[in-house]
């Protein structure tokens, strides 16, 4: 019987002690892992709780990033809750068997601290390796700060093990920003967070012998197309089962998540689309443009970015004359994630904003509350003419020559 | 020719006939049971006495992927189940380390069979789908001679 924990009311942790901590609350019977920079701390956090006797699980030392998550294909397939933890490269290689969770649709919590993806190298945070998974069949959650890491991480196990789901689950953070960045955390009590989440229900469990079952199975053209459309439609409707979790949660901790994070939206005239700890920063810069400018300046953040909050985006920002979608990942001959995701929802609306992208923060750059402040002013540019008075797609904290490209088309 | 213990159930269907159902009723994740009941004893059972479900590869049959397939003459064979070891789909049926034959279900006619058997000569050759078995044994070679060495 694993021992507990005496935590205080008020713990100081950092992003990655915060989700080691919540996957020890959760009682994850298998870690398989290959740590990697920025993430290591969290699975070196489960093991020493293993080790010390606060866990009742195992820990599974593989050789690679592929071989770790081959290990929790296995573990979950096999009955067990499951988690583990990996960044960009490790992500990488990971990734030929996120599409295979996903399609066995094994309820597995992956912790990515989001980081740079080479070439060049580079252990900095940036989203490369989170948008590299984005078609893989995960549901996304994005934590902007340590708290929520925890948070979240709690709600994933929920989310992604409920029987209308049964899909893998990964909880972003901002490598070093958040994983690195002690802060302040209110976490539940053992017991408290191990009823949040609940026991493990296994489904379909290999390990259930009266009941053998084959995971893997080929299918060509003839079955292939059924069971995506099928895993597709359960990853679109899991968003009814996560708004329930987060509804749970905030009656038991006060705290709030939603889908579509919104702040100062009510009356806001320009908005930044954005993810990650870049969140607050433009909470900051536009709290301090209406105060200082009076400029009414809005943020909006999917907490969720897969599922993609399409219909919330769309309400969001029907009323809003310019928006600028803030992508922190090498757009690679197309613009940003966020840019399409966004544009994609407000194409089908009556008054379609003005959209714009920055690429910002690659491999870690900084992004700084006067510049959130310098993009939201140009917006607000857009706003007052009515047209797009930049180039589409800007490079933001970019040293040479200004880079940009495609302008509005006004015939 | 459906060799040696097959059932009613064994091999019915052609890999690929089954119902083309739609994306609402595959299974989720692609997870297909082997059994429609649970059953408490499957270690216990042989393949013959399972209830296999439809989506178990023991009810479809790969017969028509052959185009040569092996024969099995049991006065050569030594019982060694090297052939049983080897085959890759589990199509070589041996009861208490004897040897019965071959279930033609399931046998892809790849010849690993043929290939490791250390009889002289083989117990199990190839002949084309179409031969009979009688006249494929009618006309086995005999044991071959050792060539001496200078």
Redesign the interface.
């Known amino acids: 019987m694993a021992e507990k924990m005496e935590l205080n009311e008020i713990e100081v942790w950092d992003g990655n002690h915060a989700a080691a901590q919540a996957l020890r609350q959760a009682q994850v019977d298998v870690v398989a892992a290959y740590p990697i920079t920025p993430s290591t701390p969290i699975v070196e956090g489960y093991g020493a709780f293993m080790a010390n006797g606060y866990i009742d699980g195992e820990f599974v030392m593989v050789e690679s990033e592929h071989a770790a998550m081959s290990g929790c294909v296995g573990a979950s397939a096999a009955g067990g809750r499951v988690a583990t933890a990996t960044s960009s490269q490790g992500f990488m290689l990971m990734i030929e068997v996120l599409y295979q969770a996903s399609?066995?649709?094994?309820p597995i919590v992956l912790n990515v601290v989001n980081r740079a993806v080479a070439s060049p190298l580079n252990v900095r945070g940036d989203h490369g390796d989170m948008y590299a998974g984005r078609d893989s069949g995960w549901i996304q959650l994005d934590a902007f700060n340590a708290q929520e890491v925890y948070d979240l991480n709690l709600c994933a196990f929920k989310i992604g093990e409920d029987i209308n789901v049964?899909l893998p689950v990964m909880v972003h953070q901002d490598g070093f920003t958040t994983s690195h960045t002690a802060q302040n955390i209110r976490p539940l009590s053992d017991d408290e967070a191990y009823a949040f989440v609940g026991d493990f229900k296994p489904?379909?469990e290999m390990l259930d012998?009266?009941?053998?079952?084959?995971?893997?199975?080929q299918?060509e053209e003839?079955?292939h197309?059924?069971?995506k459309?099928?895993?597709h439609?359960?990853l679109m409707d899991s968003y009814t089962v996560i708004d329930r979790v987060f509804e749970e949660f905030e009656k038991k901790t006060g705290r709030e998540y939603k889908r579509l994070e919104t702040y100062m939206m009510d009356d806001a005239e320009v908005a930044i689309v954005a993810l990650g700890a870049t969140v607050e920063t433009c909470i900051l810069a536009a709290k301090q443009l209406r105060e200082e400018e009076g400029i009414k300046a809005g943020v909006v953040a999917p907490r969720c970015i897969r599922p993609f909050p399409f219909n919330e985006m769309r309400d969001v920002l029907a009323n809003v004359k310019a928006v600028a979608t803030l992508d922190h990942s090498a757009p690679m001959g197309a613009m940003g994630m966020l840019y399409n995701e966004v544009a994609g929802a407000m194409v089908s609306t009556q008054d379609r904003p003005l959209i714009t992208n920055f690429i910002y923060g690659l491999g870690g750059r900084d992004f700084s509350i006067n510049e959130a402040k310098r993009i939201f002013r140009e917006q607000k540019g857009h706003a007052d003419v009515g047209y797009i008075t930049t180039e589409i797609q800007q490079f933001s904290g970019l040293r040479g020559p200004k880079l940009g490209f495609y302008e509005m088309k006004r015939s | 020719m459906k060799g040696v213990l097959a059932t009613d159930k064994r091999g019915v269907r052609e890999l690929?006939a089954e119902e083309?159902?739609?994306?609402?009723e595959?299974t989720?994740?692609?997870?297909?049971?082997?059994?429609d009941q649970?059953?408490?004893n499957?270690?216990l059972l042989r393949p013959e006495e399972r209830a296999y479900s439809d989506?178990n590869s023991y009810t479809a049959t790969v017969a028509s992927w052959r185009v040569i397939k092996p024969v099995y003459n049991r006065d050569i064979c030594i019982d060694c189940q090297n052939c049983w070891v080897w085959c890759p789909d589990t199509s070589i049926i041996s009861r208490d380390k004897q040897m019965l034959g071959i279930d033609y279900d399931h046998c892809k006619g790849c010849g690993v069979c043929v290939e490791v058997c250390p009889t002289n000569p083989k117990s199990l050759l190839m002949f084309a789908e179409a031969e009979a078995p009688e006249d494929a044994l009618a006309k086995w070679p005999e044991k071959k001679k050792k060539e001496k060495k200078d």
């Open positions: 399609g066995m649709r094994l049964r489904v379909d012998f009266s009941k053998a079952v084959t995971y893997g199975a299918t003839d079955w197309y059924e069971h459309a099928k895993q439609r359960a | 690929g083309m159902v739609g994306w609402d595959v989720q994740g692609v997870v297909l049971p082997s059994f649970p059953i408490g499957a270690a989506f």
